[in-house]
């Protein structure tokens, strides 16, 4: 293994290209470490549905890469969905509306998982 040091004058850019061609060679691979099943196994502590053997979701091929939802709208107060999931919903609280999306399982899904890894980083699908 060849170990490389970034020095202190590295451009930031030549940084995020360098960590995006890693990224890109092992989506797969990534995508593959959060699977339920394995990590269930290997950090059993790691989240309360390890634990307990049940899935936040059910879903087929589960995948915790992204517990929390990356279309949740942060922009507005009151949240929403980027994608308009029809799984969404507002709910009423003591301070107002906010989107719940709990019933949601878009980004749980192995293929979306990718999806989403391949847009934050623009490659090429």
Not at 43 to 66: G, S
Not at 96 to 111: A, L, N, R, T, Y
Request: glycine content about 4%; charged content about 30%.
């Amino acid at each position: 293994m060849v170990v490389r040091h970034v020095h202190a004058g590295t451009n930031v850019n030549e940084m995020h290209k360098l960590a995006k061609k890693i990224i890109e060679k092992r989506i797969s691979k990534i995508i593959e470490e959060y699977d339920y099943e394995k990590r269930k196994k290997k950090n059993p502590e790691e989240c309360i549905c390890y634990n307990q053997n049940k899935k936040c979701h059910d879903v087929e091929n589960l995948n915790c890469l992204f517990c929390f939802c990356p279309n949740y709208n942060l922009g507005v107060r009151e949240g929403g969905c980027k994608i308009n999931s029809p799984s969404g919903k507002y709910i009423e609280t003591s301070n107002g509306k906010i989107w719940d999306c709990s019933d949601c399982d878009w980004p749980h899904k192995k293929d979306n998982a990718e999806k989403v890894l391949m847009k934050l980083y623009n490659f090429e699908q």
